[in-house]
T-cell receptor, first 111, second 116 residues
C-alpha cells in the first residue's frame, strides 16, 4: 500500500542552523508528494509540493526534491528561525483523494 | 488562503455519551470534506470522505455506526462519535477541498477528544 515514513522528532535546533527532516515513501503508481506544516493552535497548511520525479518544491526558504530513485522527499532549510517552530508532516497522494501522512516531526528552534 | 474551522477545539466527555464535532469552510464551498484521526506520535489516518448531499465513504476498519458523518451543506460537515469510550480519545482533524478534482486541501485546527 501507499505509506510515508518520516524522521521521528522532536528536533531542537538553534536559530540559523541547517534543517533536514527525512521522508521516504512507498507507493504504487506515481504519487504527488507534499510537506504540510502545523503551527501551534492552527490547522495544517500546505508548505510545498512536488508532483513528479526530480521536481523541487520550495516555499519560505524550505525545499524538498522528489527523488524517485531513493523514494525520498527530504525537507531542508539552510537557516531556521524561531518562527519555524512547528510540526511538519510529509504526505503523499495518488489522486488527491487519498492523502497519506507521516507521523509528523516537531521542530523547536531556540534563539 | 481558504479557512476551515473546527469546533470544539477540545472536548471532554463521559464514557457512553455522544460527541459532535463540526467542520466549517468559512469562505468557500466544499463539495468534499475529509475526516482524519491522529493518535499520539502517529500518522493522520483518513477515516472517511464526506460528500455534500450523499453518504460518507468510510475507510476500511472504520465503524460507520460509531463515527457518524453528515455533510448537509456545502460549508458544514459533522462527525458524531456515538457512545464514546476511552479508546476513542484522539485528535480529529477535518479538511476540505475547493471545488472538485485535485484542488488543494485546507485543514481545520483539529479537535481533541478525551473520553473519561
Amino acid at each position: 500500500g501507499n505509506s510515508v515514513t518520516q524522521m521521528e522528532g522532536p528536533v531542537t535546533l538553534s536559530e540559523e542552523a541547517f534543517l533536514t527532516i527525512n521522508c521516504t515513501y512507498t507507493a504504487t503508481g506515481y504519487p504527488s508528494l507534499f510537506w504540510y506544516v502545523q503551527y501551534p493552535g492552527e490547522g495544517l497548511q500546505l508548505l510545498l509540493k512536488a508532483t513528479k520525479a526530480d521536481d523541487k518544491g520550495s516555499n519560505k526558504g524550505f525545499e524538498a526534491t522528489y527523488r524517485k530513485e531513493t523514494t525520498s522527499f527530504h525537507l531542508e532549510k539552510g537557516s531556521v528561525q524561531v518562527s519555524d517552530s512547528a510540526v511538519y508532516f510529509c504526505a503523499l497522494s495518488i489522486d488527491n483523494n487519498d492523502m497519506r501522512f507521516g507521523a509528523g516531526t516537531r521542530l523547536t528552534v531556540k534563539p | 488562503g481558504a479557512v476551515v474551522s473546527q469546533h470544539p477545539s477540545w472536548v471532554i466527555c463521559k464514557s457512553g455519551t455522544s460527541v459532535k464535532i463540526e467542520c466549517r469552510s468559512l469562505d468557500f464551498q466544499a463539495t468534499t470534506m475529509f475526516w482524519y484521526r491522529q493518535f499520539p506520535k502517529q500518522s493522520l489516518m483518513l477515516m472517511a470522505t464526506s460528500n455534500e448531499g450523499s453518504k460518507a465513504t468510510y475507510e476500511q476498519g472504520v465503524e460507520k455506526d460509531k463515527f457518524l458523518i453528515n455533510h448537509a451543506s456545502l460549508t458544514l460537515s459533522t462527525l458524531t462519535v456515538t457512545s464514546a469510550h476511552p479508546e476513542d480519545s484522539s485528535f480529529y482533524i477535518c479538511s476540505a477541498r475547493i471545488g472538485q478534482g485535485t484542488g488543494e486541501l485546507f485543514f481545520g485546527e483539529g479537535s481533541r477528544l478525551t473520553v473519561l
